[in-house]
């Protein structure tokens, strides 16, 4: 849940420290913001995470111990990177929870989500934050992030601001921690999805050395990322691996996920596919399920020979429109992944090592903002295309909902007993 409300502040505009409040009521007691960049700068109520569910959660006595704070690239008044850091007496637990991707932030798509490539890589770990990371060529022989991924990092050590405008230190606060004395189970849990799911798992890894005055002391570091692309070569994977072995946790009924430093992604999720299983261009299977449970990449069978062109997903077939010359769905589609998958193979990135994938169902339950009486927004219920697919719409709609909605699932957690961060003020 937390890595989830980490999110919240992409629903708003508003400057690095404007963001950063919001997120401090969306976490915790909630209350009214002003969205001074809103349409008629409308007044929010924010629901607190912690105030409203708390009572739920594991331990029932979480509080926000760092941040929250946001980075924003020049100004742009978005949510560019996120993160906060919330404690559990009981559980003597810390939660290190960090954004995905923003929608509306340029900068992520452009620079922390699309920099990958065989000049697009950084040796790991970053040893210089003083400033951001140039990319390099790539190399198995020593681990490496992408660009991306190491532009992500340094943000989140060097760059977070708060809501009094002062730049924090995560590392100078995490370093300092120490196990509460006669404790047992003491935990640092890294956690984002999708670009945060690519995030955590490396700064986990990044920190881990300075993490001494917990680790020595009988604390674990551990980390739980969801739905995060590929953030490194090969080398990056294995050592990932050997460091952070499956780590079994207590869980709710109906909960998939029973231990941690084990990244999960859907299996009908594109996102988790880039960079290593973007496509297969083998096109030697024979039965075609969705999803398959044969192919590890997301898209497979691009047959460019059929008439219409095809291609298939991990959801749906796509096909060229013949009577259109412009909706060519399956080449578009096709070249996309096909050049994605060239970036990814020649910067011999590879999935972190212990990922394990699941498989969700449909209908699968989703916050619909133009559904419920007056178009208000409602919970609605969406379920796959059942025959072959000639434009973009349906298909997209599909990667956007899975890629969200599917791994409440996975989690054992009913969306619509969620609490919503926003709604209008009354």
Known sequence: MFSWVSNAASNVTGTAPQLA??????????GSWTWTLGPGSPTLTVNGLIDSMGSQLIGQDWEITWGPAVYQNNDDNEADNALVVVYSPSQDSYVVAMAGTNPA???DWVLEDAKVGPKAMVDFPLTDLSAPPVGGLTNPLVQQVTLGTATGIYNLLTQMVDQNGDTLDLAGYLTALKPASGHSGSKIIFTGHSLGGALSPTLAYQLLPSLTSWTTNGGSVCAMPTAGPTPGNGMFALKWGLHFGPTPVTSNTGNQ???LNTPIFDVQDVVPCAWAHVIDLIDSYTTITYPNPACQAYFYDFNTKSVPVTLQTQTMELANEE??????IATYFGGIATAAQGLGTAALVARLLNTKGLTGSFPL????KTGGTGGTGGWSQYSLPT?????SGPFLDAVALIHVWHYFQFFGIDPTQVTRTIQPAS
């Open 21 to 30: 409040q919001f997120l401090s009521l969306a976490f915790g007691k909630g």
């Open 365 to 368: 339950t989703y916050w619909n």
């Open 257 to 259: 996920v029973t231990t």
């Open 323 to 328: 009577s259109s010359s412009t909706n060519k």
């Open 105 to 107: 932030s340029a900068f």
């Open 387 to 391: 025959s072959t697919v000639t434009t």
